[in-house]
């Protein structure tokens, strides 16, 4: 029998029976700790590769394994940095969604130029609708015909699922090093934006397939629309009042900075928790409607002081969530490794071809339309947005929630995780070279 276990949005380590005894004496503030480590080293990467080609994220990576795997192989005498570590690396997911999701979309979103959404929006609904749907059905199809593990259609759909959405704060801050062009930047940018909203929401159907829930066609359309449609629907209720608010607001660059911020977690916190609506797609829709309409309200210092701040939150979170996901992939595999067999290394290898295979059939099969609509799309063009779709951060968080929510081993969650590192190292530098 199925059982579902809630999520809880703290800071506690999950896994008890995991932890020493003498955790019982942590103090919160050893919280503050991993912090201040993360930011100097993505300091330092920031420092050292500057010129370089080696991508930042790639770079932040792989020093989250090595802080993981240290802080594991040595238990104890890192002292207070491998309690912070320790406290970090156990997580939960749902709050690491709840604090770096909203200002991540915001930014990225708000970002955006007006007049070339418009021009790619049919290109970004194509990839984040249909893309999303044709990448998690080919997935999940490949897995259940060439896995041995006996998973049934619907855990392979949830798989395909999760790895289907992709992370807008790699693609993001990768384009954003290398440079790439305006045209190309807002329609990877956007599809990631968007694709992040309808991959959880079918990540979330097929999760309630598999703790026995039944859904007639009706009912899937219906559940899907509600999600969808609703947290759009938020999202611009959000933006307008928002808006209309910062209109009465005269040359005060505090609380228009703040409104900015505040707005983002609240529209998240709103649509997640209290109307059960899809989060992501709410605060891209604020940041949207912030780049159509609230951004002449920004002038001289206040536009300047806004575009600094919002690039310093995402530069901060983007350094977090990259070292924490390091972390986490070290502890994971260092703690499963007598459980994992020698075919599993294969088949993880596998799963990274299929799914190029199925992101390059994406492309393929889109292909005309996104030739057609917008500014068009070259072949080269069409090289980079095939490597662009990464999996990262929303793929760890989901596949952490899948262990945290199902109370036996549904996932080899190392495989995932490895395969996530995988994702980032090739494909990042790839892009890098292709780009």
């Known amino acids: ?3 579902h276990t809630p999520l809880k949005l703290t800071m506690e380590p999950r896994s008890r029976e995991l932890i020493s005894a ?24 920031r420092h050292l590769l500057r010129g370089t080609r080696v991508p930042y994220t790639v770079a932040l990576l792989m020093l989250g394994i090595a802080l993981g795997a240290a802080a594991y192989s040595t238990r104890g005498t890192l002292h207070s940095l491998g309690d912070s570590i320790e406290l970090w690396s156990n997580i939960s997911p749902s709050l690491i969604l709840f604090v770096f999701l909203p200002a991540l979309l915001f930014e990225s979103s708000f970002a955006m130029e ?30 259940w015909c060439t896995f041995p593990y006996s998973w049934s259609w619907n855990l392979s759909l949830l798989l395909g699922g999760l790895l289907s959405a992709t992370d807008p704060v790699a693609v993001v801050a990768l384009l954003k090093e290398l440079g790439a062009s305006k045209k190309l930047n807002t329609l990877i940018e956007g599809e990631s934006l968007m694709n992040d909203g309808t991959a959880i929401v079918i990540f979330r159907l097929f999760l309630e397939l598999v703790l026995g829930q039944s859904f007639t066609a009706g009912t ?33 660059t505090v609380i228009e900075i703040t409104l900015t911020l505040t707005v983002s977690y609240i529209a998240y916190y709103t649509a997640e928790d209290l109307a059960e609506v899809s989060g992501v797609l709410s605060v891209i829709t604020v940041g949207i409607f912030f780049a159509v309409f ?8 206040t536009q300047e002081s806004m575009h600094y701040f919002w690039e310093m939150v995402s530069y901060i979170a983007n350094t977090l969530i990259f070292i924490l996901s390091g972390v986490v992939i070290a502890e994971y595999i260092l703690k499963s490794q007598n459980s994992i067999e020698g075919r599993d290394w294969g088949y ?17 099969v889109l292909l005309p339309g996104l030739r057609y609509f917008g500014y068009g799309l070259s072949w080269k063009e069409a090289v980079i947005l095939t490597w662009a779709g990464l999996r990262g951060a929303v ?25 996530l590192l995988i994702q980032y190292g090739m494909i990042l530098y790839d892009e890098g070279n292709c780009t």
Not at 22 to 45: D, M, N, Q, R, Y
Not at 348 to 364: I, P
Request: one cysteine or more; proline letters at 2%.
């Open 294 to 301: 609230g951004r002449l309200a920004f002038k001289g210092e």
């Open 395 to 419: 793929a760890l968080a989901l596949s952490l929630s899948v262990n945290v929510n199902i109370c036996f081993n549904l996932l080899p969650i190392c495989m995932i995780r490895f395969n």
């Open 1 to 3: 029998m199925y059982v």
């Open 220 to 252: 899937v359309v219906l559940y899907l629309a509600r999600v969808a449609l609703g947290g759009v629907a938020l999202g611009g209720a959000f933006g307008l009042v928002s808006v209309l608010w910062l209109g009465l607001v005269f040359n005060d």
């Open 348 to 364: 993880l290898v596998l799963l990274y071809v299929l799914l190029q295979v199925t992101r390059v059939f994406v492309v393929l």
């Open 22 to 45: 003498e955790s019982e004496t942590w103090k919160p503030e050893l919280a503050i700790l991993f912090i201040g480590v993360s930011l100097v080293l993505g300091l330092a990467c």
């Open 114 to 143: 007006v007049h070339q959404i418009k021009r790619c929006l049919v290109q970004m609904v194509l990839l984040a609708g249909p893309g999303v749907a044709i990448s998690t059905f080919s997935t999940g199809a490949l897995i």
